[in-house]
């Protein structure tokens, strides 16, 4: 993402996570170590159960209220200690989202992210659907049922 902050980690050859920051100022980037707009501290990233965190915390400037980040939806490999440049698709042009610093809330425009919140919400409205109408229909029947079994029994009693 042009004109972007990022905070980079890359396994280098010995094994070892190495974390820094990097400047963006077009997308042929090679993420080179720089230093980033906001004062940071902390920087530090760990591998675990094939995730890769990173942690570090940054100086916003007063009244600063909502931040965009962004992230990499997939693994291009490193030339070096260098990472090479990601596939230019939407999972990554678009894999981003917008923090309210304020609120704690977040709202997407990405694409890994936002795509597993939408089939959550997704299954949870079905999941309600589901058991609201179903359910209860399944219970509209079987009374009917039972009604209609007891009303042709009482109709064939002889007299």
């Not at 209220?65 to 939806?73: A, E, G, H, K, M």
């Not at 309210?100 to 949870?124: E, I, K, M, P």
């Not at 179903?134 to 009604?147: E, K, N, Q, R, T």
């Amino acid at each position: 993402m042009p004109v972007a902050q990022t905070l980079v980690a890359i396994s280098q050859s010995s094994g070892a996570l190495k974390a820094y920051t990097s400047s963006i100022s077009d997308y042929g980037t090679t993420l080179a170590e720089g230093n980033i707009s906001y004062p940071i501290t902390g920087l530090t990233s760990t591998y675990q159960n094939n995730e890769l965190t990173i942690y570090a915390t940054l100086t916003l400037p007063s009244g600063t209220t909502s931040l965009v980040y962004l992230w990499q939806d997939a693994w291009s490999g490193v030339s070096g200690s260098t990472p090479q440049s990601y596939a230019m698709g939407n999972s990554n042009t678009q894999a981003k989202e917008t923090l309210d610093l304020v609120s704690g809330a977040s709202q997407g425009g990405g694409s890994s992210g936002n795509s597993v919140r939408r089939v959550r919400n997704t299954h949870g409205v079905l999941n309600a659907l589901s058991w609201g109408l179903l359910l209860l229909l399944g219970a509209i029947i079987a009374s009917w049922c039972c009604w209609m079994v007891n009303r042709s029994q009482t109709r064939q009693r002889p007299s």
